[in-house]
């Protein structure tokens, strides 16, 4: 039974995926110090149609924000964050980022870069990217005799 | 404070179940003391203004954050962050004039003012001169 099989990569993953959820959102990305951390974290997804691609920059406001698409494929991201400047006063955390950040990804396919819209919103970017018609799935219709 | 106190209030006659559970994460603050008060800043991104209940009673701060499920049944590529709730609570050793404690929520970053109370600011002591 394909079912019972025993997966020893899916216990592990599983054991890490709970191991996740106790120590935070982004697991062991940024605890990890072989794991460079890669600012800002990004979810991307798809559907027929387009790309959607999700990062959080909060206090990152639309003015400091650069998006660029090259190449059809290449998606690239940079802005910076700031800490309120205050003369006085200590500080008795930091633990939030700052600085200038810069991150470049690989789209898994081509997109028409005229057409890609970004929405900005409590301090989520939303990019919608239209997938190039050639990557499109096309559906074939079988004709019946 | 009295907001607080009716939400409460109401929250208690009518649980509300949600539909779907969401993991709930620990949001990231920094804390910088000045004279006159503390205040906080919390990367809460996904949070709007309306969405977020800030509570302090007995030297404690307690901050949670609601946040809508997002991309519900898709298939993710990437994947390097959950979306959930924000919780958050401070044990707040200094006394707090609590009434005038504001906040407020501006691209996804929640800012906590917490004046100290008159008693609790340093003061600077003049030396008379004979």
Redesign the interface.
Known sequence: MASMRWEPLAEVNRLRNEM??VF???GD?RSSPLAAP?YP???????DDN??L?A??????PEDLEIYVTGGNQLSLKGQRK??E?P??????????EGSYSRMLEL?CRVDSEHVSAEFR???LTLTLPKSPEVKPRRITVKAE | MTTAMTRAQVGGDKPQREATRQ?T??P????????EG??L????????PEDIDIRFENGELSIHGKVAP??QN?????????V?DYHRTFAVGESIDVEKICAE?????LTIHLPKSEKARPRRIEVRAE
């Open positions: 996740d959820r935070g959102r982004y990305r890669a974290p990004m979810n991307l997804w798809e559907d790309l959607f999700e959080e920059l909060p206090g990152v406001g800490r309120p205050t006085q006063g200590t500080w008795h955390r930091q633990e939030r980022e898994p409590h301090g989520v | 993991a994460y620990m990231q603050f920094d804390i910088q003391e000045m004279d503390l205040v800043y919390g990367d809460m991104p996904g949070v709007g997002r991309q898709v298939s993710f590529l990437y994947r390097e962050y959950g959930g929520m501006r691209h996804g970053v």
